[in-house]
C-alpha cells in the first residue's frame, strides 16, 4: 500500500538548528507497481495546515515517461480484446474498494490539499459517479447497423479503443477530476497514463492501486508522477493518442496546441470566471445562502466557484451586501482535518501569497474592500496557509480582480442596472466555463438560458455541475477542443469509429465496375 510508502530523510533548516526528518517519498504507478523515480529531481509536498514537508514526489524524466507508456502499449491489446461487461466489472469492483476505503482517500486529498475531509469525500463522490457510468460501457460501444444497405450489403459500425491515452490533472481535484480522466478510457479498452498535479498525487497513486486489486491488468493504469517535463513527453510521444487536461487557460492552450499539432486528440479545459446573477425577485436568502457555499468552499480553489456577484438594480445590491458582509465575517475557517469548518487552508505559501495579491490589487484599482481576509492566522498553525474570506463591492468590468481568476476565498459584487447589463457581463467576459440566475421568473431564467454564452448554467443552482451522464464543459476560454468531459462525449473521445460494408457474393460473376460504387 502507499501509505506504507518509502522514506528518506532530509535536512531541515529550523531556526540556526538543523534537523533530520523522515519524510514519505512517493515515486510512480508503472505496471502494476511502485516504482522508485530515477530522474534524481524531486518536489516537497506541504501540509498546508502547518506549512511543513511532509513528502517528496519524484519527478518524472522523459526516458521514465517513455517506459511507463511502453508498459502500457504492451498491455493494452489484451485489455481491448476483453469483452465489455468484463471491463465493466472491474470498474464496479473499483466502486467497491472506493467505498470501503472513502475515509482513506478523503484524508489524502485533506492533507496535502488542504479541502475538509467532508469537502474531500464530495471530491472522491463525484469522481465515483464518471465510474459508475463507464459501468455502462457495453451499451455506450455499441455501433449502428444497416440491414440490406444495398443489393446484399450490410453496412456496420464499432467504436474501438484508440490505444494508449493520457490525462494531466490539477491539484484541485485529486479524485475528482483523475476519475473523470481515466474511467471512461479504460472502459473503452485503452491503456492510460495519468500525470497528477506534483502538489497532492497520493489519491491518484492510491486509486491505481485500488483498480489494480479490483482485477485491472498491470499496465493498464500508469501515474508518472512530474512537472513540465512529463507534460512535454506526453505531449511528444508517438505512441500516445489523446490527452485530456485540466488546469489554467494559459497552460491549457500550451498542451492543446502541442497535443494537435502531433496528430492527437485534445480536451483542455482551462480557467473560470463564473457569475451568479442575482434578480431583483429572487429569494435574497437562497442567494446568499448560495453564495457563500459557492464562492468560499474549498477556500475558492474551484473552477467552478462563483466568483463573481451581479446583483440588478441598486436596492438588490444593498440588500445582497448587507447580507454577505456578516456571513463572510463569520466563516469558520479551519484544519482540513476539521469536519466542521467552512473551508481549510490553501493548497501552497504561492497560492496564498497570489490570492493576497490579488486583494491588494482590487484595493489599489479602487473597489471597497467591505471584509478583509488577509489578516486571519489560525491560532497553533501561524505557518499553514490559512486566508479568512475577502469580499469586494463595486468592482468594475476593467479591473483586474473582474477579469483574471483569483482561484481563492475572494468575492467581488459587479452592480449592473438592468438585466441586460447582467446578461452583457456574461456574455463579454473572456471565459465561459459556468454561470448561474437567482430569480422567481420563468421567463427571465428561460431567456437567460438560452441567451448566455456559457457552457454550464444553473438556475437557482449555484454550481452547475452537470452529473456524470450528461457533458461537462465550458466555453470560450475555458475550454478547447470539440468533446467534453463524462457522459456519452468521453466515450466518443477514447474511442476511434470504423465503419464495415460488408457482402457476401452468391458467386455470380458482374465484372468489374469503374464508377463510384452507389446503392441505387
Not at 48 to 55: D, I, K, L, S
Not at 121 to 131: I, K, S, T
Not at 365 to 384: C, P, S
Not at 477 to 505: C, E, M
Request: with cysteine.
Amino acid at each position: 500500500m502507499l501509505m506504507g510508502g518509502l522514506f528518506r530523510s532530509y535536512i531541515q533548516q529550523n531556526g540556526n538548528q538543523r534537523e533530520f526528518k523522515m519524510v514519505k517519498e512517493i515515486g510512480h504507478f508503472i505496471g502494476g507497481k511502485q516504482v522508485k523515480g530515477t530522474s534524481g529531481r524531486f518536489a516537497d509536498i506541504f501540509n498546508p495546515n502547518t506549512g511543513e514537508v511532509q513528502a517528496k514526489v519524484a519527478l518524472a524524466s522523459k526516458a521514465e515517461m517513455r517506459a511507463a507508456v511502453e508498459n502500457a502499449k504492451a498491455a493494452q491489446p489484451a485489455w481491448a480484446a476483453k469483452n465489455p461487461q468484463f471491463r465493466a466489472r472491474v470498474m464496479m469492483k473499483f466502486l467497491d474498494l472506493a467505498a470501503k476505503h472513502k475515509e482513506e482517500l478523503a484524508t489524502l486529498i485533506s492533507m496535502e490539499h488542504g479541502k475538509t475531509v467532508p469537502d474531500a469525500l464530495g471530491d472522491l463522490q463525484r469522481g465515483v459517479e464518471v465510474a459508475e457510468f463507464a459501468c455502462g460501457v457495453p451499451h455506450l460501444l455499441k455501433g449502428e447497423f444497416s440491414d440490406g444497405a444495398g443489393p446484399g450489403i450490410d453496412m456496420y459500425s464499432m467504436r474501438q479503443a484508440l490505444g494508449v491515452v493520457a490525462g494531466i490533472t490539477p491539484f484541485n481535484f485529486p479524485a475528482m477530476i483523475p476519475l473523470w480522466k481515466c474511467a471512461p478510457a479504460i472502459a473503452a479498452g485503452n491503456a492510460f497514463i495519468m500525470k497528477p498535479s506534483e502538489r497532492d498525487p497520493s489519491c491518484p497513486m492510491r486509486i491505481a492501486e485500488l483498480f489494480l486489486e479490483a482485477g485491472l491488468p498491470p499496465g493498464i493504469l500508469n501515474v508518472v508522477n512530474g512537472d513540465k517535463e512529463s507534460v512535454d513527453a506526453i505531449l511528444n510521444d508517438p505512441d500516445i493518442k489523446a490527452v485530456g487536461f485540466v488546469g489554467s487557460t494559459a497552460i491549457a492552450q500550451y498542451v492543446y496546441a502541442g497535443a494537435t499539432a502531433t496528430g492527437k486528440r485534445a480536451q483542455c479545459f482551462g480557467g473560470a470566471k463564473n457569475h451568479m446573477v442575482i434578480m431583483p425577485d429572487a429569494d435574497m436568502n437562497q442567494a446568499v445562502d448560495a453564495l457563500i457555499g459557492a464562492g468560499y468552499g474549498s477556500a475558492g480553489e474551484r473552477c467552478m466557484a462563483i466568483s463573481v456577484a451581479v446583483p440588478v438594480g441598486e436596492g438588490t445590491a444593498n440588500a445582497l451586501i448587507d447580507k454577505l458582509v456578516p456571513r463572510v465575517e463569520k466563516l469558520k475557517i479551519g484544519l482540513s482535518t476539521d469536519r466542521e469548518a467552512d473551508y481549510g487552508p490553501l493548497v501552497t505559501k504561492q497560492a496564498l501569497d497570489r490570492v493576497k495579491s490579488y486583494i491588494d490589487i482590487g484595493v489599489k484599482e479602487g473597489a471597497t474592500l467591505k471584509v478583509d481576509g488577509r489578516g486571519f492566522k489560525m491560532q497553533g498553525y501561524e505557518n499553514g496557509y490559512f486566508l479568512g474570506g475577502s469580499l469586494f463591492d463595486n468592482v468594475t468590468k476593467d479591473m483586474r480582480i473582474y477579469k483574471e481568476e483569483i482561484f481563492g476565498p475572494v468575492l467581488g459584487v459587479l452592480r449592473a442596472k438592468t438585466y441586460d447589463e447582467a446578461l452583457g457581463l456574461c456574455n463579454d467576459h473572456e471565459y465561459g466555463n459556468g454561470v448561474a440566475i437567482y430569480t422567481r421568473d420563468g421567463d427571465a431564467a428561460r431567456d437567460f438560458a438560452s441567451k448566455v454564452q456559457v457552457g454550464m448554467v444553473g438556475v437557482n443552482v449555484p454550481i452547475p455541475v452537470p452529473l456524470a451522464y450528461h457533458t461537462f464543459g465550458g466555453w470560450k476560454a475555458s475550454s478547447f477542443g470539440d468533446l467534453n468531459q463524462h457522459g456519452p462525449d468521453s466515450i466518443r473521445f477514447y474511442t476511434k469509429t470504423k465503419t464495415v460494408t460488408s457482402r457476401w457474393p452468391s458467386g455470380t460473376k458482374e465484372g468489374a465496375q469503374f464508377s463510384i460504387p452507389t446503392m441505387r
